[in-house]
Each structure stands twice: as structure tokens, then as C-alpha cells.
């Protein structure tokens, strides 16, 4: 997925966290990505929690139609109105927003409005949120997915875009430290997630 693509549009909001619904089936950016929800004057930054594909219907579950094709990509060609009837989703953990063109790493006063445009960031945009990690916190908190996957996923993101990944994984590993005291099998394992990519 490139930098700056549009993915979607916000369907669901609050303060702490928002949904988007993907554009194109399949489509969204993966888990740890850094998006965005509004211009770059007035918008909210969250990291990607949790991305799932279901049916439009809530009350109606996909069901099995491969039985006789030879692969995934068959049974839609059999059945293209099956693009009609699911949708993609992210839900996305807000970490900062930025408000008069100043970057503020905590949760902006409201959320993204509905039918807000969501777009992909990294390079500069990436670095610039990631600048202080104060808002690890809430990540490490998400009711959403897996907090450590999530946590460590993004972490990753930002040392690929670092120009010194190494001391941004020493930074990153004092902050986890001072806010999983006495937590060392879960510290560990997010490290350990860090350091594999």
C-alpha cells in the first residue's frame, strides 16, 4: 500500500479509537500501519488495531463456495457480486492528532467526523508521530486485537523509516520498560516481535 493512498472511509468514532470501512475489498493497510483521518491542518493519527472482512449483512454469515474451484481468485470470478456483499474493515487506535498545524501525541478534543477520508502514512508523517512515544501507553492498552502484536507491528514500521533504527529500538525498549514493570514475559515478547523485523 503506498504512502499517502486513500483506504477508505471513517464509518464509526470516538475519541479514543474509529472504524473505517476500505474502498476495495482486501485493501487495507496492515496491522501496525499509521493512518490518517482528516487534512494535514486538522487530523486525527491512529495506528491499525484489528482489520477484518465480513459480510455487509450483519445478521447473514459468508458461506463456503470453493468446492469445486481450483482456487480463491475462481470463486470470485464465479461469483463477483460477492465484492458487493462484504467490506473490509480497520479499526484503528488514536495516538495523536494534529490541531492548528502543532502535532499533540495524545487524543484529540473530538473524533474524526464520518465518511472522513482515511489515507496511509509513513516517512516523514510517520516520524514526526513517533518523534515521542508517550502515547505507547494506549497502544499497550487497546481493547482491540492484540495490544502487543499491534505495539510491535508499529514499532517495526517506524524502525524501517528511521535513519537510526537501532537507537529507536533502545528508546522504544526504555519506554515499554517503565510501563510493563514487573511484566517481563509480555516486555520480552514484544522485543523480541521488534527486533524480528
Known amino acids: 500500500m503506498a504512502i499517502g493512498e486513500r ?3 471513517v464509518v464509526e ?4 479509537r474509529f472504524v473505517a470501512q476500505c474502498h476495495e475489498l ?6 501496525g500501519a499509521l493512518v490518517r483521518s482528516g487534512s494535514d ?9 484489528e482489520v477484518a472482512t465480513r459480510s455487509l449483512d450483519p445478521g447473514r454469515r459468508a458461506m463456503a463456495m470453493g468446492h469445486s474451484a481450483e482456487s480463491v481468485e475462481a470463486v470470485y470470478e464465479r461469483h463477483p457480486q460477492l465484492n ?13 492528532h494534529r490541531s492548528g498545524g502543532r502535532m499533540e501525541r495524545f487524543l484529540a478534543p473530538s473524533p474524526p467526523r464520518i465518511h472522513d477520508i482515511v489515507y496511509v502514512c509513513g516517512g ?4 514526526e508521530v513517533s518523534e515521542t512515544l508517550e502515547f505507547l501507553p494506549s497502544l499497550l492498552g487497546s481493547p482491540v486485537g492484540s495490544p502487543d502484536d499491534v505495539t510491535a507491528a508499529f514499532l517495526r514500521r517506524v524502525a524501517a523509516e528511521h535513519p537510526d533504527p537501532e537507537r529507536l529500538r533502545l528508546e522504544a ?9 514487573g511484566q517481563l514475559h509480555r516486555l520480552t515478547g514484544i522485543l523480541r ?5
Open 84 to 96: 458487493r456483499l462484504m467490506s473490509t474493515e480497520l479499526e484503528v487506535m488514536v495516538v495523536a
Open 13 to 16: 468514532a470516538s475519541t479514543s
Open 124 to 127: 516523514a508523517e510517520l516520524l
Open 26 to 31: 482486501y485493501r487495507a493497510p496492515p496491522l
Open 173 to 181: 525498549g526504555r519506554e515499554l520498560a517503565a510501563h510493563l514493570t
Open 193 to 197: 516481535r521488534v527486533a524480528s523485523g
Open 41 to 49: 491542518g486538522e487530523a486525527v493519527y491512529g495506528v491499525v488495531a
Open 7 to 9: 483506504v477508505g472511509e
